[in-house]
């Protein structure tokens, strides 16, 4: 404790010195109430029995306040002047954004500057810019780190848990963050912007926000010309890592791609903190027309398309701070209510209308697939009526022994069996004398149907009926366009053997064609001949 106390001679714990440099690096100038209601909401519901405000003030900044010191002794901040309510002013060194850099994982070239002598003038706009972010932000006291308090302590905490949430963390805010319209980040040239506060809370619905605070200074004049040059910045493109020109902005900061694409410029709120002479409600009808030409869409059908445009919007501090982000405190530029934010930034209506033409598409798609799978149906159930079925086994023949089967271009071989299936072709290939015995004996003659033959053009012996032989079948076959070499190609080789043995050497006939003839010639009468014919035969 004792190496402890001489590091950090207030007795600071590294919890608060790291809400110092959270706050700070983010706001570059606070005081120590802001940093403690920042960075230790639970703070503020503790020491309600002191006596003033100003003593429960003193008693929850306390903690803070030890870490300011031991950090200014480190080198890490310093007193930056005080407020028009004589409130000290806190920043940080160079050495101190550095190490902020590292609490707020950011890159210490986007820190920005130190903003020494920001309290020279009581530093009103930066305050308002702090409460902003406050008002924005709406810190949630940490329950668990009030278990030892009272009752009352404890149900006015929970109060604050249970009311609507506010946007980001105090790391989703950069302040005083240029927007150069000429040069580059590190060194801006002239004719650009420099945005009060930039919110980058895509976990929460808000993807990229620029925040303008007024304190009711600035006429509508030179607010509309601090949107020209909001206006220039978006437009300007340069090119990125890839080589792809795109817009400046989209090279530093990461948004959602939309349907849009680089057409889609990122919202503008305007906070009005009302302490100057000017009525803010004058400034934003003016303001209004001023800026037609950079907020106004164009009709498309059921919504307006805002490519190209910058949505603006307008609320006051005020009434920031009695309903937050979620609460109807925001009227965009072109409408007549008052939204949460989340709705104003956005446009319902074309989310509307594209969900529906996503959704008609989608049912489009079903009926479509729905007629390709009923085609897809009916053909299957056309092709299954037509597959063959086998003659042996009447089973349905497979989709590869139905494309064997098919017939073939010419001079491609042809199946030996295209009315059996593969089992049965297989056995008749086998066996084929097995196969013919078991078959019906044709007529004499006379062809038998297809089944009868081992195969469907082999030639039957018109003598017997059998089959012919593959050397037979060979020895009969036709040559070219010419008649078959064999004598009698319609006889077996038994039956061409026996009528050569048979047959008559002076006619040329045999017995057996002899009497086939016999028997289909029909009986003719013998007639009695007359005439001088007759007279000679006698």
Known sequence: MAGKRKTNPAGSTNNYRGDVLRVLGALKVATTDQIQRIGAPHLTFRHADKPSPSKRKQARTASHTAALSDMR?????????????????????????????????????????????????????????????IAMLRPKPNMARLTVDPPHVRAAAQAAVDSPDGIGTIASYWTEVPLPATGTWNAPGRGGAQADIVLTAPQDGVPLLFIEVDNCHETAEELADKLEKYARFFRRKVKDTDGTERPMWRTRWTVPTTSSGDAAHPPVLLVFNRIGERNPDRTIARLHELTRHLWQGERAEGFHDYDGKIPIIATSLKKLREHGPAGPAFLRFGRTHLQPL?????NPRREA??????EAARVREEEYQARVRRAAQEQAAEREARRP?????????????????QARDWGAPKDSHPHLCDGCKADAVVSPAADTQERRKPVRGVA?????????????????????????????????????LAKRPSLCGDCDQRFESDVDLAWGVSHRQEER????????????????LWRLRR
Not at 342 to 346: F, K, L, N, P, S
Not at 517 to 532: F, I, R
Request: net charge negative.
């Open 73 to 133: 002794g480190h080198g890490l901040s310093e007193n930056g002047g005080s407020t028009e309510t004589g409130d000290a002013l806190r920043n940080l060194t160079s050495k101190g954004l550095l190490a902020a850099s590292y609490e707020l994982n950011r890159p210490v070239t986007e820190m920005g500057s130190t903003v020494r002598g920001a309290g020279s003038s009581g530093a009103s706009h930066p305050m308002a810019v702090n409460e902003t972010v």
């Open 342 to 346: 989340r709705e104003a930034i956005g």
């Open 353 to 358: 209308a594209r969900a529906r033409a996503r």
């Open 389 to 405: 079925v086998c003659t042996g086994c009447g089973a349905k023949f497979t989709d590869e022994r139905w494309e064997a089967a």
């Open 448 to 484: 038998g149907p297809d089944d009868f033959w081992p195969a469907p053009q082999r030639p039957v012996c018109t003598e017997c009926g059998a089959a012919f032989s593959d050397e037979r079948w060979k020895a009969t076959a036709r040559v070219g366009w010419g008649p078959s």
């Open 517 to 532: 003839d016999q028997e289909q010639e029909p009986a003719v009468p013998e007639q009695k001949a007359t005439g001088w």
